[in-house]
DNA sequence: ACAAAGTGTAATATATATATTGCATAGAAT
DNA sequence: ATTCTATGCAATATATATATTACACTTTGT
């Protein structure tokens, strides 16, 4: 798998996986396991995660075809 | 809390809870809980949902602000 | 060389998304 | 009146998202 969409938003955006994770108030293992596509967030997370980082779940999360 | 965009989608399809349901493969309490906002679904059930009713993330979950 | 920061990973615990089963009600069709 | 479909709701069970703690490795700065 390539590299998540939410990684390259957050290092574009100068954050750590520890300050994301602070934003939106889960732990850094949360965030890192998310970015390894390794977790099937709630839509809650994806929703506070999009907003911390200046984007929509489209922008994120989603994959056409 | 407003009627939820899935339900809204979902109808305009002509589609029931149950039909729904079985397109992403969830009982119909899961599909009917979450157009009540009761539910925090997965990331992934939410993609399955959008897909089958040729939506995208931002249709249905995403709100403005 | 060393310390500190950032990240991947793993084991166990906890919270919660989802399933299962069942009942109640309203509306449509007959 | 009665049957059938669609939906809301509730209790309990199960699967899994997330927390917690800890360790290893790399990179950067000193």
């Known amino acids: 798998m ?3 969409k939410v990684k ?3 290092i574009e955006k100068g954050l750590t996986q520890l300050e994301l ?3 939106v108030q889960v732990t850094r293992q949360t965030i890192g396991l998310i970015e390894l596509g390794k977790y099937n ?3 809650k997370l994806c ?4 907003r911390a980082l200046d984007k929509t779940l489209d922008d ?3 994959e056409e075809e």
């Open 60 to 62: 994120l999360f989603w």
């Open 41 to 43: 967030p709630t839509l």
């Open 8 to 10: 390259i938003t957050r």
């Open 21 to 23: 994770a602070q934003l």
């Open 2 to 4: 390539a590299v998540s």
């Open 47 to 50: 929703i506070d995660i999009a």
